[in-house]
C-alpha cells in the first residue's frame, strides 16, 4: 500500500515538468512569431481581377427620343389648330352678325372715299359739322341719283327692249336653223317646251323665292341705313373713335398698331379712290362703244358695268357678259361680237395701264389672291363679302408687312439697349415717323 502513492508522485511531478516545458515553448514561439515580419506577397504577383459591375443607364427624355421633323411638325399643327379654331369661332360671330359687318365695312369704304372732301373743307375754314354733312348729303346724293337713273331707265325701256328680245330670239332661230351645227325646227321646238314645262313646273319655287326677295330687300334698306349713320359718325368723330380702338390693345403693342392703322387707312383710301376711278373709265369708254353699236339701255348697262367693277376680275366679265347678251338678243350675233371686242379692249386697258398706274403698288395684290379672295366673300357673304373681300386682304398685306418692318427697326442691337419710353414701349423707329399711343394722324 506504500509503493503507489509514491508512483502517483512520481507521475504527477513529470506531467508537472512537462507543462512547463510546453508552456515555455509555446512562450518561445509567440516570441518568435511577434519579432519576425509580416510575409509579403512577390513582387511580380499581380492581384486578383476584380468583378466589373456595370453602372445603372438612365433614360433619355422623351422629347428628345423624337425625330426633330415631327416636333417641329407638332409644335406647328397645335399652334396651326388653335388659329383655325379662332378663325372658325370668328366666322361664326360675323355669320350672326353679318348685316352689321356688312354695313360697317361699307361706311368705312364709303368713309375713305368722301373723307378726302371733309378735310379739304376743314382747310378753308369749314366748322366740322357743317362739312361733314355738306360731303354726306352729296355723296348720298350722288348714289341715290344712281339707282334712281338705272331704275328710271329700265323702266322707260322695258317696253322696247322685250319686243327687241323677241325679234332678237327669232333671229337667233332663223341663224341657228341656217348654221353649219344642223340644229332643226323640231329640236328647237322641243327646247322652248322643256323649258316652259320647267317654269310650269316650278313656280310654287319662283313665288317662294319671290318672298325671299322682299326679305332681302328688307334687310338691303336695313344695311343702308346703318351703313349711312356709321359714315355720318365716322366722318365727323374719326379721330376719337380710333383713339378709343387704341386703348383697347396692351401697352406694349399699342406703338406699333398705332403706326400700322394710318398705313392702313392710306391703303383703303388709295384703293377706292382707284377703284372708283378705274370704274369710271371703265363704263364711260364701254357705254360710249354700245352707244354708237346701237345696243339699247347703252345708259343703264354703264351703270351696271361701274357698279360691277366694284368685284374685282368677276364684276367685269359679268358685267361684259350681261352687255353681250343684251347686244345678241336685240341687235344680232354681229353686234354681239363688237360689243365683246370693246368690253375686252377696254378691260385689256384697265388691266395692264389704268390699274397699276393708278393704284400704284401700295395696293398691289397678287391676282391669284385677288381670286381666292373674292371666292372666298362670296361664299361667307354674298355679293357685299366678294365687294369687301380685295380691299380687306390689302389692308391686312399693308398692316402685316408694317408690323413685321417695325418689330424688326425695333429689335436692339446685341451690344445696346431697348430705348424706353416714359410710360411703357418700346421707341418707334426712326424713319417710321413719330409714333404717337394716342393715335394716328389722320381724320377717318
Known sequence: MSRVPRWLGRLGAGLTKMEERLD???AEVERENAEEPAPQPPADRTPPPVEHVPAAQTRPDPALAVPWGVRVAAEAGWRLLVLAGTVWVLMRVISAVQLLVLAFVAA????????????????????????TALTAILGFVVMGLMGWFVTWQVMENIGDLSDQVQDGIDELRNWL????????????????????????????????????????VVEALTGILLAAFSTLFLLYDGRRIWEWTLKLVPAAARPGVAGAGPAAWRTLTAYVRGTVLVALIDAVFIGIGIYFLDVPMAVPLAVFIFLFSFIPLVGAVASGALAVVVALVTQGVFTAVMTLAVVLAVQQIEGHVLQPFILGRAVRVHPLAVVLSVAAGGMIAGIGGAVVAVPLVAVTNTVVGYLRKYSQQSRPAPDEGVAVRVGGGAAAPEDGGAVNAEGPAHQG
Not at 364709303?110 to 373743307?121: D, G, K, N, Q
Not at 319662283?206 to 332681302?216: A, C, D, F, H, R
Open 177 to 216: 336653223l341656217d348654221s353649219p351645227f344642223h340644229v332643226t325646227d323640231k329640236q328647237i321646238n322641243e327646247i322652248a317646251e322643256n323649258l316652259r314645262d320647267t317654269i310650269g313646273a316650278n313656280t310654287d319655287e319662283i313665288t317662294s323665292k319671290g318672298l325671299e326677295g322682299v326679305t332681302v
Open 24 to 26: 515555455e515553448r509555446r
Open 108 to 131: 368705312l369704304l364709303i368713309t375713305a372715299l368722301l373723307e378726302p372732301t371733309v378735310s379739304r373743307l376743314r382747310r378753308h375754314g369749314v366748322p366740322r359739322g357743317l362739312a
